[in-house]
């Protein structure tokens, strides 16, 4: 295989090099942090005052970890390093309580992630003769600028065609050659599923390759989009509060994803007694920021459940790889690559007065894409009544509500009071019939 390089000098050197690369940074990004409300009292309690008092790597340790809650609670700016002038751009991705967690990027940020999603792309042979259509949400989501970005500054050519619009998707591959795309695994099944129903021949275009990752999918689902599409798929790891996509990423060898040790330290945790876990095994990944100046993060419990390979890769990156996501050590759902907390659909169930006590999360497949049914209990006496429109305009109303927190549009089902089952322990409120073959 011929292996090509974006940032040789930096997938290339060699560890002793990048650790202290990283030690370099880790400092610089303690610095920034210590300019912070949150971690300027967090880092404080910890016995943390300044960059120097971390010594090795190893140091990391004596930082407190970062969680999603943390995010929550300095939202807007509490974790905030630079001036408000110096920021370019917000992202944004759900939180656990309907409060987003917005990410700062100030133009060196916006600078190093688009070389690490460049220097992702490029890993999988991709280059300036390519024509890229990303089929993923724009907006506050990472997935549409991020990528957008890498690709433009690899040179290819870049059709921001965003996602959904299937049968217009597939016209404009025709149309413009496409032969990279970017979507979630499912919209990709998705796509191939309607162009089979809609009769178009997989000659009539010119795909090679597909990024397909924000939510979890297994290697069975990766062979079957490769052998229906006839293409190669490079599994794709992010998150917004480490930037989004340009995280982690599959190159050629299609073996794992290196995770771009000299812009994130990794740490893999047990996520019950929180102790560092040695290379191979499988637990919580954790991640802390190196290059990031508007707003770094340190220790950030990914609730992501993974491990490093311990063999190096052929393609010569010392850049450690890890596995395909397993799963996750919170209840956070991705629906169609969307976050959605159960705990969202509580607050506006239980907002409803009309709804009742009991409601169940119901995500299955339909089709290839994930289908979300809320059922939710109404309180006793309005299925009485032999008029339904009380009942329609209830549905509606739950209906948009949860669409406009969460962004998906959900199935709202009435049930009557009661008649959803009632557990004696823990309640159990998400019944997820997606297969699960990871
Ligand atoms: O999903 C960023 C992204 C955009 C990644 C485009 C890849 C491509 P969030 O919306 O913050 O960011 O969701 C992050 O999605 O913690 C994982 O649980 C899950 N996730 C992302 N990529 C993968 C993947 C973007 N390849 C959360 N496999 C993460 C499994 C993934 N899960």
Redesign the pocket.
């Known amino acids: 295989m011929n292996f090509q390089y974006w940032h040789p000098q930096m997938e290339k050197m060699d560890r002793t090099e990048l650790q202290a690369f990283q030690l370099g940074s880790l400092r610089k990004t303690l610095s920034g942090a210590l300019k912070t409300d949150f971690y300027g009292r967090r880092l404080a309690e910890a016995g943390i005052a300044g960059a120097d008092s971390v010594k090795s790597l190893d140091d990391i340790k004596r930082i407190p970890f970062t969680t999603k809650e943390d995010l929550r609670s300095a939202f807007p700016y509490g974790m905030l390093a630079v001036s408000r002038e110096d920021v370019l751009r917000l992202h944004a ?1 759900s939180g656990t309580t309907g409060v987003p967690t917005t990410i700062y990027f100030n133009r060196n940020d916006i600078a190093s992630w688009t070389g690490l999603v460049a220097r992702s792309i490029f890993s999988t042979g991709c280059d300036s003769r390519d024509v890229f259509q990303n089929m ?1 949400t724009y907006g506050l ?3 549409g600028l ?2 957008h970005y890498g690709a433009e500054e690899i040179g290819m050519f870049v059709i921001p065609s965003g996602s959904g619009n299937t049968s217009r998707q597939f016209r404009m591959m025709q149309d413009f050659g496409t032969t990279v795309v970017h979507a979630t695994p499912s919209f990709l099944l998705h796509v191939e599923s309607r162009m089979s129903e809609e009769g178009v021949a997989r000659d009539s275009i010119s795909l090679k390759r597909a990024f397909a ?5 297994s290697e069975d689902t990766r062979r079957r989009i490769e052998e229906l599409l006839r293409i190669d798929v490079f ?7 480490m930037n ?2 340009g995280v982690a990423f599959e190159c050629q060898c299609k073996n794992g994803m290196h995770l771009w040790e000299d812009a994130f330290l990794a740490e893999i945790i047990d996520p019950d007694t929180l102790e560092t876990l040695p290379d191979g095994e499988s637990g919580e990944l954790v991640l802390t920021t190196l290059l990031r100046e508007a707003m770094p993060v340190l220790r950030y419990r ?3 459940i993974t491990a490093f390979y311990t063999e190096p890769c052929p393609c010569g990156r010392v850049h450690r790889r890890i596995r ?2 397993k799963g ?1 050590s919170d209840d ?1 759902l ?1 629906i169609n ?1 969307v ?1 959605v907390f159960p705990s969202q659909i509580e607050d506006v169930v239980m907002g409803i007065k009309e709804a009742g006590n009991n409601y169940l999360i119901v995500v299955e497949k339909d089709g290839f894409l994930d289908r979300l049914t809320v059922k939710t209990e109404v309180s006793a006496g309005i299925f009485k009544d032999d008029d339904a429109r009380p009942l329609n305009a209830l549905r509606e109303n739950i209906r948009r509500t949860l669409q406009n927190s969460i962004t998906v549009n959900p199935r709202v089902e009435l049930v009557e009071s009661n008649s959803l089952p009632v557990s004696e322990g823990k309640a159990k409120r998400v019944l997820d019939k997606r297969p699960k073959d990871i």
């Not at 990752?213 to 999918?217: K, L, N, V, W």
């Not at 599994?235 to 509060?241: A, I």
């Open positions: 991705s993923i989501f990472t997935g991020g990528f990752g924000a939510e979890p999918y599994n794709s790891y992010g998150l917004s509060e989004g996509p990914t609730r992501d395909r996501i996750r956070m991705i690559g976050n």
